[in-house]
């Protein structure tokens, strides 16, 4: 997904979590999956993570995939709410300022638990010509598993990957060791 090489980043730790993108909506909404929400024209408020992360990348992809556009969602009623992080979605969705969440985190997710603990949850399917798009990008093919938060009934096609921890190349050596190492022999710690 990105213009040019990233000649500088260097990786240090690979595979730290496996993360699974996760879109869950309230039990209100009739949706069946992602590709509902343009087919139906619904009013869906979603949060949207800061420019810069994971989160949002993919939620620009995905807007892309099912031609949908900010303007037209709110012609609908409804819109793309600004969230800092998984914690303002939680807040958000708890107040019902937003009727979904869209997280690129590992199982179970912390606000996830949270959100569902205060309003009910559901999860959404992503279609499968996103998923083979984000997999030419280096994402692959997953599914939420049966059983995750006490909703997931079957398996639910989504996308995951591996996290990593990148450091600039002008981060000295043996900073990046003593960091990578920290995380290596204390793993069940972190």
Aim: aromatic content about 6%.
């Amino acid at each position: 997904p990105f213009d040019h090489p990233l000649t500088d980043l260097r990786v240090g730790v690979a595979n730290l979590t496996v993360n699974h993108l996760q879109l869950m909506v309230g039990p209100d909404v009739p949706l069946a999956g992602l590709r509902d929400w343009t087919a139906r024209r619904y009013p869906l408020r979603v949060p949207v993570d800061r420019v810069g992360t994971v989160d949002r990348l993919v939620f620009e992809l995905a807007l892309e995939q099912i031609r949908l556009t900010p303007v037209a969602l709110e012609s609908w009623g409804g819109g793309l709410v600004p969230a800092g992080n998984y914690n303002e979605q939680l807040s958000l969705y708890r107040d019902g300022k937003v009727d979904a969440l869209w997280q690129f985190m590992g199982i179970p997710s912390p606000s996830i638990q949270e959100a569902h603990a205060a309003r009910p949850i559901r999860p959404l399917a992503l279609p499968p010509d996103l998923i083979t798009r984000l997999v030419q990008l280096g994402w692959s093919a997953a599914e939420l598993p049966v059983g995750a938060y006490g909703v997931v009934t079957s398996p639910v096609p989504t996308v995951s990957m591996g996290t990593s921890l990148g450091f600039h190349a002008a981060v000295p050596t043996e900073v990046t060791f003593a960091i990578t190492a920290a995380i290596c022999d204390n793993a069940a710690r972190v």
